[in-house]
């Protein structure tokens, strides 16, 4: 089970952090391939950032520079720190897990960026 926290309304030029914890049946969290991805009404679901299990990133052009992922294998724990937030990353970020052919999706957790 994968819980987001952490969204929320900020102006343009602010900074918000999400976080998104791990539960239940996994006991290697360490191997999982986590990734942060966001959804707007109409659209597909789109890649924002993504963190190996050998701390590798990969981040979407759009927010190169701006956000940054990390991970706590100890709190089963990966973060998506945002900076510099624009109107246009407004969205529902969801976390993703994945292992192999195994794949999992958090609740989501809503990012309004506005003034």
């Known amino acids: 089970q994968l819980v987001e926290s952490g969204g929320g309304l900020v102006q343009p030029g602010g900074s918000l952090g999400l976080s998104c914890a791990a539960s239940g049946n996994i006991f290697t969290f360490n191997n999982y391939v986590m990734a942060w991805y966001r959804q707007t009404p109409g659209k597909q679901r789109e890649l924002v950032a993504q963190?190996?299990?050998?701390?590798?990133?990969n981040y979407a052009d759009s927010v190169k520079g701006r956000f940054t992922i990390s991970r706590d294998n100890a709190r089963n724990t990966v973060y998506l720190q945002m900076n510099s937030l624009r109107p246009e990353d407004t969205a529902v970020y969801y976390c993703?897990?994945?292992?192999?052919?195994?794949?999992?999706w958090g609740q989501g957790t809503r990012v309004t960026v506005s003034s």
């Open positions: 963190i190996t299990s050998g701390g590798n990133t």
């Open positions: 993703n897990a994945k292992i192999g052919a195994y794949s999992d």
